[in-house]
């Protein structure tokens, strides 16, 4: 079965570049017809989607963070990673990554990790 697991500093710096990377196990990042997506939660927010990368490495984001995303993958290591650069108290949040499916569907979830934006 999949299983996907968040890593990264629980603390960032307004203005610095927040890391995560969203280990995978039990499938291939590669596998056709699958969506490596990472979305956010915070308080008063309910979910936002932040963007995927897909099995041939082609990547979407939401254009209210167009500027400030980048999602990259590392085959070899069957790992996702998030970057999100100028962050601000704003991207305080829990950070979730899922596998999605063709038609927006989200089969699998990591158990998520908090990142708080402080100095």
């Known amino acids: 079965q999949v299983q996907l697991q968040e890593s990264g500093p629980g603390l960032v710096k307004p203005s610095q570049t927040l890391s995560l990377t969203c280990t995978v196990s039990?499938?291939?990042?590669?596998?056709?017809?699958?969506?490596w997506s990472w979305i956010r939660q915070s308080p008063g927010k309910g979910l936002q989607w932040i963007g995927f990368?897909?099995?041939?490495?082609?990547?979407v984001y939401s254009p209210s963070l167009l500027s400030r995303i980048f999602i990259s993958r590392d085959t070899s290591k069957n790992e996702v990673t998030l970057q999100l650069s100028s962050v601000t108290s704003e991207d305080t949040a829990h950070y979730y990554c899922?596998?999605?499916?063709?038609?927006?569907?989200?089969?699998?979830w990591g158990q998520g990790t908090q990142v708080t934006v402080s100095s």
């Open positions: 039990g499938g291939s990042i590669t596998t056709n017809g699958y969506y």
């Open positions: 990368i897909g099995h041939g490495g082609n990547t």
């Open positions: 899922a596998r999605m499916g063709s038609t927006w569907s989200f089969y699998s």
